[in-house]
């Protein structure tokens, strides 16, 4: 095989990319390749007459005369021997495996780190994810009734399933759940619903699909949610959609937590939603909000899958999953692009760093009270962090209560 990409496909929501070929990759690529940090490291061409010259990271060994050879020093006196982070045991804990749980383990003393990738199923994974769920809910014993917003993707069914868990084991009325999945063409299509409504009639929980003239109904929208979104699009694109749905997923879930008198929703972000958020408000000087339980407004979001990887959530319904990426809209919109390529990043090295930041973090918020908190926007259920007084505010908040018209025009202003 000349090029893995006679083998291999790599798709994003805009279709198909091809990945580097062997001889295309840097020497920084080659390092990442055996989990190596590039920074950590200088590189030289060797001429072969003692000397050294020092040589970009960015060369390829193509680009390195073939009579000299390249020598990459480690900068410093790192115990390679102590970490050994490119030797893997593989334990194999399935025939047919989906999925690698990756478990490193560097502080060793003895100079033997553990670091194992266990190959599972999808019921593995399902078992494990579920139990985590169920454990989450029993830990803060969250009552019933409930509400979760449920989009059919892999998620929000774990979500399902774990929930289903929890109330089957505390003799909880499952009936006093109710899941809600919104439909609006292209943006949240009628096949999500329909993969929602099955998985919630095996759980024994309401399904509540929301469409545009249901959702205008439950918000008391001036009219359809379509008019806002239109508007919404058309001042500042597109690529907002991302932001759009996780508004208005918000606003309908508290909106149908107030009318089933439930004080808690349920959400599906998972360790690298979190950690994106976590890495956004930091890197802007922000402290961060509240996780994995959320005060908003009269309603605690709840983040049960907080320290689940994507891929793990991903893994337990493999097959809803695709359809789900099949079904997205496409998205250019860069800067959220990046946050989320960031989040991902921190895992890519050291598996599970990601959630000894988070988890530090967590702890000294706690121990400080150093939580950013949400205050009302007026009288109306939008939520403040008390940043962002600016024009561009104001304005996205008049374009709202055109839509909203039991909103005190009086209070649009951050409280």
Known sequence: ????????????????????????????????????????????????????????????????????????????????????????????????????????????????????????????????????????LADNEIPVPLVAGISGGGDSSSLVQGVRRYTAEHNLDASAVTCFTLVMEPLWPESAAQRARALCAEAGFEHVVLYPDDAAALLDMGESPRALWAQFKQQYGADSSHFFGTFFVNLAGRALCAQRGAGHLLVGYQREDVMAELLFLLMNGRRPLPFPRRRTGEVDVLMPVWDVPKSLLDACYPSVSESNYAERVDSTAVRRSSIYYLAHCIDALVPQMSLSLMSGIKSLMEETEGWQDLSRVGTTPLLHTGHGRTPEQTAMIDLLMEHFPQWSSTTSGPQ
């Not at 502080?107 to 019921?123: M, S, T």
């Open 1 to 136: 095989m000349n090029d893995w990409n006679d083998r291999v496909t790599l798709l994003f929501s805009a279709g198909a990319r091809p990945l580097k070929s062997a001889q295309e990759l840097t020497l920084a690529e080659l390092l990442l390749a055996n989990r190596l940090p590039p920074s950590l490291f200088q590189a030289y061409e060797v001429p072969g007459d003692g000397s050294l010259k020092p040589i970009p990271m960015t060369l390829t060994l193509g680009q390195v005369p073939e009579n000299r050879t390249v020598l990459l020093q480690c900068m410093r006196n790192t115990d390679i021997d102590g970490l050994r982070p490119a030797e893997i045991e593989t334990v194999r804990h399935a025939d047919e495996p989906t999925t690698a749980l990756l478990d490193f383990d560097y502080a060793d003393r003895n100079k033997n780190p553990q670091h194992r990738a266990h190959l599972v199923d999808d019921a593995a994974m399902r078992e494990i994810v579920f139990g985590k769920i169920a454990d989450f």
